[in-house]
Protein backbone atom coordinates (compact mmCIF):
# COMPACT_ATOMS: atom_id res chain seq x y z
CA UNK A 1 0.00 0.00 0.00
CA UNK A 2 1.71 3.37 -1.00
CA UNK A 3 1.24 5.54 1.81
CA UNK A 4 3.00 8.26 -0.48
CA UNK A 5 1.97 8.99 -3.97
CA UNK A 6 3.48 10.75 -6.83
CA UNK A 7 0.25 11.05 -9.23
CA UNK A 8 2.64 12.69 -12.16
CA UNK A 9 5.51 10.45 -12.91
CA UNK A 10 6.58 13.27 -15.04
CA UNK A 11 6.37 17.04 -15.88
CA UNK A 12 8.26 18.98 -18.61
CA UNK A 13 8.73 22.85 -18.00
CA UNK A 14 10.29 25.62 -20.10
CA UNK A 15 13.37 27.45 -18.56
CA UNK A 16 12.48 30.36 -16.12
CA UNK A 17 8.86 28.99 -15.66
CA UNK A 18 7.81 27.57 -12.12
CA UNK A 19 8.08 24.22 -11.97
CA UNK A 20 5.34 22.38 -9.27
CA UNK A 21 5.18 19.25 -8.35
CA UNK A 22 2.82 17.64 -6.32
CA UNK A 23 2.66 14.75 -3.82
CA UNK A 24 -0.11 13.43 -1.14
CA UNK A 25 -0.18 10.86 1.69
CA UNK A 26 -2.82 8.63 3.46
CA UNK A 27 -1.29 8.28 7.12
CA UNK A 28 -2.33 11.26 9.24
CA UNK A 29 0.49 10.22 11.17
CA UNK A 30 3.35 11.35 9.01
CA UNK A 31 4.24 15.18 10.66
CA UNK A 32 7.57 15.57 8.73
CA UNK A 33 7.56 15.92 5.03
CA UNK A 34 11.23 15.83 2.41
CA UNK A 35 12.01 16.22 -1.03
CA UNK A 36 14.68 14.56 -2.66
CA UNK A 37 16.26 15.22 -5.93
CA UNK A 38 17.72 11.88 -8.15
CA UNK A 39 20.07 12.55 -10.59
CA UNK A 40 20.90 9.12 -13.28
CA UNK A 41 23.35 7.18 -10.99
CA UNK A 42 23.41 8.70 -8.34
CA UNK A 43 21.53 8.31 -5.17
CA UNK A 44 18.79 10.77 -4.40
CA UNK A 45 19.85 13.81 -2.13
CA UNK A 46 17.94 15.96 0.41
CA UNK A 47 16.43 19.16 -0.80
CA UNK A 48 14.08 21.03 1.56
CA UNK A 49 11.63 19.59 4.26
CA UNK A 50 8.85 20.80 6.25
CA UNK A 51 7.41 20.00 9.25
CA UNK A 52 3.61 19.66 9.96
CA UNK A 53 3.37 22.31 12.52
CA UNK A 54 4.36 24.71 9.22
CA UNK A 55 2.36 25.55 5.70
CA UNK A 56 5.52 26.74 3.79
CA UNK A 57 9.16 26.39 3.96
CA UNK A 58 10.99 28.05 1.41
CA UNK A 59 15.13 28.11 0.49
CA UNK A 60 15.95 29.78 -2.81
CA UNK A 61 14.23 28.46 -5.62
CA UNK A 62 12.44 26.07 -3.67
CA UNK A 63 9.33 26.25 -1.58
CA UNK A 64 7.40 23.35 -0.38
CA UNK A 65 3.87 23.89 0.81
CA UNK A 66 1.84 21.53 3.12
CA UNK A 67 -1.92 21.20 3.50
CA UNK A 68 -2.61 18.89 6.46
CA UNK A 69 -6.29 18.61 5.40
CA UNK A 70 -5.94 17.65 1.85
CA UNK A 71 -2.69 15.30 2.81
CA UNK A 72 -1.04 17.19 0.30
CA UNK A 73 2.31 18.99 -0.77
CA UNK A 74 4.09 20.36 -3.30
CA UNK A 75 7.38 21.52 -4.13
CA UNK A 76 7.54 25.00 -5.89
CA UNK A 77 10.97 25.38 -8.35
CA UNK A 78 11.06 29.24 -9.47
CA UNK A 79 12.68 30.11 -11.72
CA UNK A 80 13.37 26.24 -13.27
CA UNK A 81 16.80 25.73 -14.91
CA UNK A 82 17.96 23.02 -17.02
CA UNK A 83 20.26 22.11 -13.97
CA UNK A 84 16.77 21.14 -12.17
CA UNK A 85 15.96 18.15 -14.56
CA UNK A 86 16.12 15.41 -12.30
CA UNK A 87 13.83 12.99 -10.40
CA UNK A 88 12.24 14.18 -7.41
CA UNK A 89 10.99 12.05 -4.82
CA UNK A 90 8.92 13.31 -2.29
CA UNK A 91 9.53 11.38 1.92
CA UNK A 92 7.49 11.47 4.74
CA UNK A 93 7.78 10.25 8.33
CA UNK A 94 6.31 10.10 12.06
CA UNK A 95 8.13 11.31 14.68
CA UNK A 96 7.30 8.31 16.85
CA UNK A 97 6.70 4.59 15.76
CA UNK A 98 8.49 4.32 11.96
CA UNK A 99 12.36 4.66 11.89
CA UNK A 100 12.28 5.03 8.29
CA UNK A 101 10.58 7.18 5.50
CA UNK A 102 8.31 6.44 3.54
CA UNK A 103 8.68 7.65 -0.65
CA UNK A 104 6.63 8.49 -3.42
CA UNK A 105 7.46 6.71 -7.12
CA UNK A 106 9.23 10.23 -7.75
CA UNK A 107 8.44 12.84 -10.86
CA UNK A 108 10.99 13.02 -13.58
CA UNK A 109 11.30 17.04 -14.48
CA UNK A 110 12.66 18.28 -17.59
CA UNK A 111 13.24 21.70 -17.78
CA UNK A 112 13.65 22.80 -21.91
CA UNK A 113 16.43 25.48 -22.22
CA UNK B 1 34.79 8.98 3.34
CA UNK B 2 32.96 11.80 2.40
CA UNK B 3 29.86 9.89 1.88
CA UNK B 4 28.03 6.72 1.23
CA UNK B 5 29.83 4.07 -0.41
CA UNK B 6 28.13 1.28 -2.03
CA UNK B 7 29.59 -1.82 -4.15
CA UNK B 8 29.47 -2.74 -6.52
CA UNK B 9 28.10 -0.23 -8.56
CA UNK B 10 26.73 -3.22 -10.77
CA UNK B 11 25.98 -6.61 -10.69
CA UNK B 12 24.50 -8.90 -12.61
CA UNK B 13 24.05 -12.38 -11.55
CA UNK B 14 22.18 -16.00 -12.19
CA UNK B 15 19.26 -16.79 -11.02
CA UNK B 16 19.67 -19.38 -7.91
CA UNK B 17 22.66 -17.46 -7.13
CA UNK B 18 23.01 -15.36 -4.12
CA UNK B 19 24.79 -12.29 -3.69
CA UNK B 20 26.06 -9.55 -1.63
CA UNK B 21 25.88 -5.67 -1.58
CA UNK B 22 28.28 -3.66 0.54
CA UNK B 23 27.90 -0.55 2.65
CA UNK B 24 29.98 1.87 4.05
CA UNK B 25 28.67 5.20 5.56
CA UNK B 26 29.44 7.79 6.88
CA UNK B 27 31.76 8.01 9.29
CA UNK B 28 30.23 8.61 12.67
CA UNK B 29 26.65 8.10 11.28
CA UNK B 30 24.96 6.24 13.80
CA UNK B 31 21.94 4.94 11.90
CA UNK B 32 22.20 2.71 8.65
CA UNK B 33 19.06 1.89 5.92
CA UNK B 34 18.59 -0.14 2.95
CA UNK B 35 15.98 0.66 0.47
CA UNK B 36 15.07 -0.94 -2.66
CA UNK B 37 13.70 0.83 -6.05
CA UNK B 38 12.28 -1.40 -8.65
CA UNK B 39 11.65 -0.51 -11.91
CA UNK B 40 8.34 2.20 -12.11
CA UNK B 41 8.54 1.96 -7.92
CA UNK B 42 9.01 4.05 -5.08
CA UNK B 43 11.89 3.44 -2.90
CA UNK B 44 11.24 0.54 -0.47
CA UNK B 45 12.52 0.34 3.09
CA UNK B 46 14.12 -2.69 3.69
CA UNK B 47 16.31 -2.75 7.01
CA UNK B 48 17.32 -0.12 9.51
CA UNK B 49 20.02 -0.67 12.44
CA UNK B 50 20.46 2.15 14.98
CA UNK B 51 23.78 1.93 16.93
CA UNK B 52 23.75 -1.81 19.09
CA UNK B 53 20.21 -1.79 18.50
CA UNK B 54 18.50 -4.65 17.47
CA UNK B 55 17.76 -3.77 13.53
CA UNK B 56 14.34 -2.84 12.55
CA UNK B 57 14.13 -5.98 9.55
CA UNK B 58 9.90 -5.05 9.15
CA UNK B 59 10.97 -3.78 5.39
CA UNK B 60 12.34 -7.15 4.14
CA UNK B 61 10.17 -8.86 1.86
CA UNK B 62 11.07 -12.48 2.47
CA UNK B 63 13.48 -14.88 4.02
CA UNK B 64 16.00 -14.66 1.79
CA UNK B 65 16.87 -11.64 2.38
CA UNK B 66 18.91 -10.43 5.65
CA UNK B 67 21.61 -7.44 6.92
CA UNK B 68 24.05 -7.28 9.13
CA UNK B 69 26.53 -4.47 10.28
CA UNK B 70 29.57 -4.97 11.49
CA UNK B 71 31.20 -3.01 14.27
CA UNK B 72 28.14 -0.09 13.76
CA UNK B 73 30.12 0.98 10.44
CA UNK B 74 30.11 -1.26 7.25
CA UNK B 75 26.84 -2.85 6.30
CA UNK B 76 26.39 -6.06 3.92
CA UNK B 77 22.94 -7.04 2.39
CA UNK B 78 22.80 -11.05 1.47
CA UNK B 79 20.26 -12.24 -1.35
CA UNK B 80 19.91 -15.75 -1.10
CA UNK B 81 18.88 -17.81 -4.06
CA UNK B 82 17.83 -14.73 -6.11
CA UNK B 83 15.27 -14.76 -7.90
CA UNK B 84 14.39 -12.19 -10.45
CA UNK B 85 11.77 -10.24 -9.11
CA UNK B 86 14.91 -8.81 -6.99
CA UNK B 87 15.96 -7.15 -9.28
CA UNK B 88 16.88 -3.61 -8.49
CA UNK B 89 18.68 -0.76 -7.52
CA UNK B 90 19.84 -1.26 -3.44
CA UNK B 91 20.03 2.11 -2.02
CA UNK B 92 21.59 2.50 1.12
CA UNK B 93 21.80 5.61 3.38
CA UNK B 94 23.02 6.68 6.80
CA UNK B 95 22.26 9.45 9.00
CA UNK B 96 24.24 11.46 12.10
CA UNK B 97 20.63 10.24 14.53
CA UNK B 98 17.69 7.65 13.66
CA UNK B 99 14.34 9.14 12.09
CA UNK B 100 14.43 12.34 9.80
CA UNK B 101 15.66 15.13 11.19
CA UNK B 102 18.73 14.99 9.46
CA UNK B 103 17.64 13.76 6.43
CA UNK B 104 19.89 10.52 4.74
CA UNK B 105 23.07 10.42 2.76
CA UNK B 106 22.55 8.27 0.03
CA UNK B 107 24.94 6.27 -1.33
CA UNK B 108 24.72 6.06 -5.35
CA UNK B 109 23.11 2.57 -5.12
CA UNK B 110 24.11 -0.89 -6.37
CA UNK B 111 22.22 -1.98 -9.84
CA UNK B 112 21.25 -5.85 -9.29
CA UNK B 113 20.05 -7.44 -12.17
CA UNK B 114 18.80 -11.10 -11.79
CA UNK B 115 19.30 -13.23 -15.20
Known amino acids: DQQVKQNSPSLSVQEGRISILNCDYTNSMFDYFLWYKKYPAEGPTFLISISSIKDKNEDGRFTVFLNKSAKHLSLHIVPSQPGDSAVYFCAASAQTGANNLFFGTGTRLTVIP | GAGVSQSPSNKVTEKGKDVELRCDPI?????LYWYRQSLGQGLEFLIYFQGNSAPDKSGLPSDRFSAERTGGSVSTLTIQRTQQEDSAVYLC?????????????FGSGTRLTVV
Open chain 2, 27 to 31: SGHTA
Open chain 2, 93 to 105: ASSLAPGHVYGYT
